[in-house]
């Protein structure tokens, strides 16, 4: 079964950073299309960002400016690095790519 690995949730003060690490062992992303999704409580997932199989990239509004996507050398990674993080930046972010299932998602935590 095809199946997403994520890593690099937690917690962070306002005006931090984390970065988020998805890794599809032995295969390779650049063939598809990937994003990462965030979940806020009681609230829909909703698309923060994207890379093409070309590593064009795409943004919400409200974290243009602050995170980047992009491919590891390895090119079964995909990363999602966020900075100037801020309170409403919190909720469960997720991994994802056309034909895999959703996993559980990392916690995303930023204090005021």
């Known amino acids: 079964q095809v199946q997403l690995v994520e890593s690099g949730g937690g917690l962070a003060q306002a005006g931090g950073s984390l970065r988020l690490s998805c890794v599809a062992p032995?295969?390779?992303?650049?063939?598809?299309?990937m994003g990462w999704f965030r979940q806020a409580p009681g609230k829909q997932r909703e698309l923060v960002a994207q890379i093409t199989s070309g590593d064009s990239t795409k943004y919400a509004d409200s974290v243009k400016g602050r995170f980047t996507i992009s491919r590891g050398n390895a090119k079964n990674t995909v990363y999602l690095q966020m900075n100037s993080l801020k309170p409403e930046d919190t909720g469960v972010y997720f991994c994802n790519a056309p034909g895999y299932p959703w996993g559980q998602g990392l916690q995303v935590t930023v204090s005021s």
């Open positions: 032995g295969r390779i992303f650049n063939i598809n299309t």
